[in-house]
């Protein structure tokens, strides 16, 4: 608060009390106005906000007895805003409240020797040098929660909304976030409700850090709370149905925005980011947005061509034509039948040829074999392997 707010303020209208209120009258008036005025109790509305915000500065000022004496001395001293001289002074005169504390400690207005010093200075030494630049508590955004899920391959490829059962930090429901068992916290002194406080960085610069007393809420509790200890925050634990997009790849981590611990005081919600773990599937693989597939087919298939039947991930399976002469290892490419992409459309199943090899041959089928490696004889497929493998 500034020396002039701190004037022309009157705490006791503020609370609604009158100047001879006894301290357990101002401590219930307080009590009243600050449960009906707290930011977790009219969310959205800045002029509850502020409200509040003015009964914790009466209440910080007139709940201390100390404080309470000097601010009446201020009072009755500069009441409206103009000085009262002694008798014989001709009247009352109007001054700049910054020229009387803005010189040199001891002058008065316009530098004077002898003047304002000393008594003055002993009326508002403890209200105004407070390491703080106001009361207002400025809203406080809520943390980022990370959590995990693991999904099959299809649900992988395809999307899906799985359940997540988390536990974040939110407002106390026993103290309804105010940290204190009765629901009145104090502004901080310290950082004067900012939940901030500046010191020195050299240079001419100053760094501001979170007030260590309240630990940055700007309010502390007089009565703590036994549920949260005073912190205004406790473990929440809920369930919450999280979209997957098509297409997420293992190890990937996904950021939804505003679904992680709510703020404080009206601020905005954090972000809760998602790591995705993707089982192994037993027929299908991935490669970017292409699913793969190894496919076996006989000898006489791969040699003579035909046409195989290839599966495909949650759909009919597709048709390939197989070329005579197709060498194992090949792969072929069935167009959109592979994973979304973000744009919605798919990319393609790539198979690959694998020659199987017959463990057991009946009579038949080994004569046939032995005729037909006859024909062949004649014929070397490793025909220049050593010469090439020389390098010349």
């Not at 207002?136 to 490829?157: C, H, N």
């Not at 299908?284 to 292409?290: C, E, H, P």
Request: aromatic fraction near 6%; include cysteine.
């Amino acid at each position: 608060m500034s020396t002039k707010d701190f004037i022309e303020k009157d705490y006791y209208k503020v609370l609604g009390v009158p100047r001879d209120a006894t301290e357990a009258e101002i401590k219930k008036a307080y009590r009243k106005l600050a449960r009906e005025n707290h930011p977790d109790a009219n969310k959205g509305d800045a002029r509850a906000e502020d409200r509040f915000k003015d009964v914790s500065e009466a209440y910080d000022v007139l709940g201390d007895a100390k404080r309470r004496k000097e601010y009446d001395e201020a009072r009755a001293l500069f009441g409206n805003g103009g000085f009262r001289p002694g008798p014989g002074a001709g009247g009352q005169f109007n001054f700049d409240l910054g020229d009387l504390f803005g010189g040199p400690q001891g002058t008065g207005p316009g530098g004077a020797a002898g003047g304002f010093g000393g008594g003055i200075g002993d009326v508002f030494g403890g209200l105004f040098n407070r390491g703080g630049a106001g009361t207002r508590t400025a809203p406080r955004r809520g943390q980022d929660i990370e959590s995990e899920v693991t999904l099959s391959f299809t649900e992988a490829v395809s999307g899906a909304t799985v359940p997540l059962r988390m536990s974040s930090s939110a407002a106390c429901k026993a103290c309804s976030g105010t940290g204190d068992k009765n629901g009145t916290p104090r502004v901080c002194p310290t950082c004067v409700g900012t939940g901030q406080v500046s010191r020195g960085g050299g240079g001419g610069f100053s760094l501001t850090d979170p007030c260590v007393d309240c630990k940055g809420r700007g309010l502390i509790a007089q009565d703590p709370c036994t549920v949260c200890r005073g912190s205004g925050r406790a473990t929440s634990s809920r369930t919450m149905q999280v979209r997957i997009p098509a297409g997420v790849d293992d190890g990937q981590r996904i950021r939804l925005r505003g679904k992680g611990a709510p703020g404080e005081r009206g601020g905005p919600n954090g972000d809760l980011y998602v790591v995705v773990h993707v089982d192994e599937h037993p027929v299908f693989g991935r490669r970017g947005d292409n699913l793969t597939i190894t496919v076996p087919v006989t000898f006489p298939e791969a040699a003579l061509g035909g046409e195989i039947k290839v599966p495909t991930l949650g759909g009919p399976p597709v048709t390939l034509k197989l070329p005579p002469g197709t060498p194992a290892g090949r792969t072929m490419r069935a167009r959109g039948k592979g994973a979304v992409r973000k744009d919605g459309t798919r990319g393609d199943l790539l198979v690959t040829i694998e020659v199987a090899v017959p463990r057991d041959l009946g009579d038949s089928a080994r004569k046939a074999l032995e005729e037909y490696r006859a024909t062949v004889e004649s014929e070397d497929p490793r025909a220049g392997l050593f010469e090439a493998a020389k390098g010349e």
